[in-house]
Structure formats: structure tokens, C-alpha cells
């Protein structure tokens, strides 16, 4: 029963939860957040021109990257905090009791710290990437349900990607 549940809940590529379980829990933590008024913060962050190192260096080294990038998300942010592999190249995180100002600190520190790493491919090159990400917060985006959040957290994610990719936007 262990085995089934883990495999209902987490994303194959990468070992994190799937996209499925992300929405439950951040259906429960936003009616949390509601009921006692605190604020609550969801970051989407997507690995920027992710199609051209897959067309560069193949699909194995896109699945590495997936993966590497997992690793780095998830080493650094708190036990609390909800990270999920939100689609193709997409993460979502749920930052729970945080507000806006810090949720784009943590981003920002996330986005950096996945700017320094070496990636290294198949034919022993040593490249970077970088992501850009999304945030949305409440109660300073006056939302009834946790999807208008997320919604809003993609808007300012394509702003990020509009603006030049390889940075944090949130909306205001
Ligand atoms: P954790 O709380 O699960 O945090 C995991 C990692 O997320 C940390 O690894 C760090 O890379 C990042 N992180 C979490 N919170 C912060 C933060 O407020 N600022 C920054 N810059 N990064 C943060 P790290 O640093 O290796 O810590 C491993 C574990 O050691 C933490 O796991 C936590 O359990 C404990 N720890 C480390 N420093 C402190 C601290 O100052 N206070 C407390 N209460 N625990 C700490
Ligand atoms: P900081 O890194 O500037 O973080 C300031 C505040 O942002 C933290 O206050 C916490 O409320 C929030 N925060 C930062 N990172 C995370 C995160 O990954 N997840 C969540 N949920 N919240 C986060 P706090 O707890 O009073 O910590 C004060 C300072 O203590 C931090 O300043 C950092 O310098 C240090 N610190 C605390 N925990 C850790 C840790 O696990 N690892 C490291 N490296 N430093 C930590």
C-alpha cells in the first residue's frame, strides 16, 4: 500500500511529487491560510530555452537536466515547503505562512543558485542554464481558490520570459 501511494503521488523523471498531489496540498494550505489568515506564496518556475538543449544535446541530457534541477529545488528549500514537478519543464513550489517579499528572496536565491551549476552533457561539455520563475501571493492577490493563484503566478512567469527569461517577477 506504501508502494502504490508513493507511486500515485510522485513524478517519474524526477522523484518529486506530481503535479496531481500539488494541487491537493495546495488546496488544503490555501483554505489553511484562509481560515487563519496568513499568507501563502506559489512559485512556478520553467528552465528557459529547455527545447534547444534537448535539440543541442539530445534527450538524455534533457532528462538529466530535469532531474539535476529537482535535486537543486529541492535541497534548498525547508521540509514545509511543497515542491512539484508542475509539467514538461515546469516546477511549482508552495511556500506556506510566507509573504510576498520573502517568497521573492527564496526565488531569487533558487534562481541563482541553479544560474552557477555545471551541467555536464553526453560529450563531455560543461554548460549552464538558467530559469525563470513566477510568484503569486495571498492574500496580496485577492483570490477566492488556490487555481485564480496559480493562474496568476504563470502571468508573471511569461512576464519573466517576455522580459529576457533568467529572473523572478511577481505580481503586484
Ligand atoms: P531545511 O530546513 O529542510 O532546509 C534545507 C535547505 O534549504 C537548507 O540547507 C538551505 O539550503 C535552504 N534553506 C532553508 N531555509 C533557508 C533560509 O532561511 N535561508 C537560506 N539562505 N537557505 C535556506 P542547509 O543550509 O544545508 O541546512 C540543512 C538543515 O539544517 C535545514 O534543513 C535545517 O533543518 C537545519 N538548519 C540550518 N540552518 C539553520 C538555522 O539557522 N536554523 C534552524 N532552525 N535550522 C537550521
Ligand atoms: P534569510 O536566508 O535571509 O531568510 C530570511 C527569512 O526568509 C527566514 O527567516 C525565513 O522566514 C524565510 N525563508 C528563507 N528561506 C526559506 C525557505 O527555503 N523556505 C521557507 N519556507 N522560508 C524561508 P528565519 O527563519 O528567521 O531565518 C533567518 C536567517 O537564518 C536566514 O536569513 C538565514 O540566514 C539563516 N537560516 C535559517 N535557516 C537556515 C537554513 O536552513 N540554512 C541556511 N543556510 N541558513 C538558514
Do not use: W
Not at 534547444?52 to 539530445?58: A, F, K, P
Request: aromatic share 10%; hydrophobic share 35%.
Amino acid at each position: 500500500i506504501e508502494e502504490i501511494n508513493y507511486l500515485a503521488i510522485t513524478d517519474e523523471g524526477t522523484d518529486l511529487y506530481n503535479q496531481r498531489y500539488f494541487y491537493k496540498r495546495l488546496n488544503r494550505l490555501f483554505s489553511y491560510a484562509k481560515k487563519n489568515n496568513k499568507p501563502l506564496s506559489v512559485v512556478i518556475f520553467d528552465i528557459d530555452n529547455f527545447k534547444s538543449l534537448n535539440d543541442s544535446y539530445g534527450h538524455l541530457f534533457g532528462d538529466k537536466v530535469l532531474r539535476e534541477v529537482a535535486s537543486l529545488l529541492q535541497d534548498n528549500i525547508r521540509k514545509n515547503d511543497i515542491l512539484a514537478r508542475y509539467g514538461g519543464e515546469e516546477f511549482a513550489l508552495i511556500l506556506p505562512k510566507t509573504g510576498a517579499s520573502i517568497a521573492y528572496n527564496i526565488a531569487e536565491r533558487i534562481r541563482c543558485i541553479v544560474n552557477k551549476h555545471i551541467f555536464e552533457t553526453g560529450g563531455g561539455h560543461k554548460i549552464k542554464i538558467s530559469i525563470s520563475g513566477g510568484i503569486a501571493t495571498y492574500p496580496e492577490c485577492k483570490v477566492s481558490k488556490a487555481i485564480e493563484l496559480i493562474d496568476l503566478a504563470d502571468k508573471a512567469l511569461y512576464k519573466s520570459k517576455d522580459d529576457g527569461k533568467n529572473m523572478i517577477n511577481s505580481v503586484r
